[in-house]
């Protein structure tokens, strides 16, 4: 045998199936590839599944055409239409609503809360929230209107067209108090708890919001309504002081805006908010125990005497400070909706008439300050006197008197009057001139200087239109109309030494800061010396202490008392002609050491007694009594000077 061993035998593998794509044609000579044998009887049949390939490249292709598709949106989105979008956004998810200021309060002169505000809220709605999609119900804003109108007091058709309004934001009722606000929050609540066991019944109230607000309240009620005035629905003044001052009494509003979700704040996503600024506090001259005197006086007597309406003003003579102005009939700004229109304003400045024989103190003012004679000079007054076209005559019918120019005044003689002022001038029109010049001193024809809405200055004829009549008229107070406050405001300058001071109703006002701001000093103006102020004081108690005065009603145990009646023919506003009488009464105490003037009026008395001195005296007395003892202003002691009224002829 060989050394070498035998070669290895080559054991062939297991075959490998060709590719299909590599698969050689058979060559020439080649042998035939062998066909697979057949399976055999009883062996399972195998089952080759499909290429996946297909399917794969069809799913790949729809899902790159819908990245397409969200890719062209998204560039459309945040390239396009990216501000519109985002405002959109923005508008949807925020809001924002008005921080209403609180309103400054009224006070008296001593601090006593006239007017005053109080928490309150405004009821708001997100309409969005009412619709059938968010609500799940057809009617949803019907539902909520009809549970919100008798707690709103509204018109249940009104709340409706707020709640179906476009827009998150609509006021359903402004400044309501925390019962009402109370009264839709257990209605709320009471339907949340409903829905929990009945899924059908939907919380109608769910969009329904109050924002925090304030509401006017006036302690006193009609005490010093017409001074005062009201604020209306859109928490503006709508009269008096609260009209007048609303720049300093309303503050300024503040803003908030912040994200919300379904109605509520999203605390984390930050607001952006403006405070609002109180408004500041006004503090009047009005002494409020002095204004419910003068009040209660004048509503009683109006009454009584079943009179149009009255009013009575009381003024520190010395500062032209108003310490009360009151007017009846009244009306509570608390409750508008009972008060007559008519009654709404402030009738002692709206109401221009004449005067009567009150302002007769301003023609003696001028014979007196013009040397044309002294309170002792004779005056001899027949029943009739002609002038002009007309003839004039006393209140009543009398013999021939001889008066002094002091009784003139003291028995208010129209005769007298004219007669004394013929002396101002050599001609009735340089007499006129000359009258006319001081009635425009003493204000008449003029405003006040209060600057009160709705105030009238009066009618105060240039004195060459004066008309035939109106020359001889004008000296006993008709055809020459004022208010209430400039008839006081002339007793008060002569009370005063014969200097005006322009009449003030604000004392100050108190800011944010605590501050207190005086109010600007009043104008002051010389209309007479003091020396015919004196006169003219003395003059004026022999109306009320003379057995022969028309005043005598006025009279004021232990205090000097200078008055003047007035009982003029009445135009009325109705129709512009004569009816009915104005009656009046006019002074101040003490005489010889004057602090307070009262005045008083009354339109068209029709029961008992039309004359001032008999209606209005009274008044006058009541009223200046009350403020002498509250003001504790003593008696002088002296002893009055007692001017004759008449003389032997």
């Not at 519109?84 to 009224?106: C, W």
């Not at 009617?139 to 909520?144: L, S």
């Not at 912040?258 to 509520?264: F, K, M």
């Not at 005006?500 to 005086?518: A, I, N, S, Y």
Request: proline residues 7%.
């Amino acid at each position: 045998m060989s050394d070498r061993e035998p070669p290895r035998r080559r054991v062939p593998g297991p075959a490998r199936p060709a590719r299909p794509g590599n698969q050689r044609r058979p060559g020439p000579g080649a042998r035939p590839a062998r066909r697979p044998a057949p399976p055999r009887p009883g062996a399972p049949r195998i089952i080759r599944l499909g290429s996946p390939r297909p399917r794969l490249r069809l799913v790949g292709l729809a899902l790159a055409l819908v990245m397409i598709a969200f890719v062209v949106r998204l560039l459309q989105v945040q390239a396009v239409d990216a501000s519109t979008y985002a405002a959109k956004a923005e508008r949807n998810r925020y809001v924002g609503y008005v921080l209403a200021a609180e309103r400054g309060g009224i006070t008296d002169r001593s601090g006593v809360a006239l007017a005053t505000s109080v928490d309150a809220y405004d009821i708001t709605a997100d309409p969005t929230m009412f619709t059938s999609k968010q609500l799940k119900v057809g009617d949803g804003p019907e539902q909520a209107a009809a549970l919100l109108a008798p707690i709103l007091g509204q018109d249940q058709e009104t709340l409706i067209t707020k709640l179906k309004a476009k827009g998150q934001y609509v006021m359903l009722a402004r400044r309501q108090t925390p019962q009402v606000w109370k009264q839709i929050k257990d209605l709320r609540t009471a339907l949340v708890a409903k829905g929990k066991t009945d899924p059908s019944t939907a919380n109608v109230l769910s969009g329904v919001f109050a924002v925090s607000s304030s509401k006017r309240v006036y302690p006193n009620g009609d005490l010093a309504a017409g001074i005062l005035g009201w604020v209306n629905d859109e928490g503006k003044g709508g009269g008096g002081v609260e009209q007048q001052l609303n720049g300093l009494l309303a503050g300024k509003d503040g803003k908030i805006r912040y994200a919300q979700s379904g109605g509520r704040q999203v605390p984390t996503a930050g607001s952006t908010e403006t405070p609002a600024v109180p408004g500041a506090d006004v503090e009047l001259t009005i002494d409020r125990d002095i204004q419910w005197a003068a009040q209660n006086a004048i509503t009683q007597q109006v009454k009584e005497s079943a009179a149009d309406r009255g009013y009575v003003i009381v003024q520190d003579a010395r500062t032209g400070e108003v310490l009360a102005m009151a007017n009846s009939p009244g009306f509570d700004p608390n409750d508008l909706s009972q008060a007559n229109s008519a009654a709404m304003g402030n009738a002692a400045l709206q109401d221009a008439y004449e005067p009567g024989s009150t302002a007769k103190v301003m023609s003696m003012a001028a014979v007196l300050e013009e040397n044309a004679a002294t309170p002792q000079t004779h005056v001899v007054v027949p029943n009739r006197l002609h002038r002009g076209d007309r003839l004039f005559k006393d209140d009543i019918d009398h013999p021939t008197w001889y008066l002094t120019l002091n009784g003139v005044l003291a028995k208010s003689s129209n005769i007298g009057t004219i007669l004394a002022t013929g002396q101002l001038g050599k001609t009735q029109a340089e007499a006129n001139q000359v009258l006319s010049s001081y009635l425009r001193k003493f204000g008449i024809g003029a405003y006040t200087g209060l600057d009160f809405p709705g105030e009238t200055k009066g009618i105060l004829a240039p004195a060459d239109k004066w008309s035939t009549s109106q020359q001889y008229t004008i000296p006993f107070g008709q055809g020459v109309s004022m208010n209430a406050m400039q008839a006081a405001s002339v007793y008060s300058t002569i009370a005063n030494g014969g200097v005006r001071v322009e009449p003030t109703l604000v004392r100050g006002t108190k800011g944010p800061d605590g501050r207190f701001e005086p109010a600007p000093k009043p104008k002051k103006t010389r209309v007479v010396s003091a020396k015919t102020a004196k006169t003219l004081a003395q003059m004026l108690e022999s109306v009320v202490d003379d057995e022969e005065g028309t005043g005598t009603k006025a009279r004021i145990p232990g205090y000097r008392v200078a008055g003047k009646t007035g009982t003029a023919n009445r135009v009325d506003p109705a129709t512009g002609k004569y009816h009915g009488y104005t009656s009046s009464f006019a002074g101040f105490a003490p005489a010889d050491k004057p602090r307070i003037t009262v005045y008083c009026a009354i339109q068209n008395a029709t029961k008992g007694s039309y004359f001032g001195g008999q209606i209005c005296g009274p008044v006058y007395k009541q009223v200046m009594e009350f403020a002498l003892k509250s003001l504790q202003i003593p008696p002088t002691g002296a002893k009055a000077a007692k001017l004759p009224v008449t003389y032997r002829p």
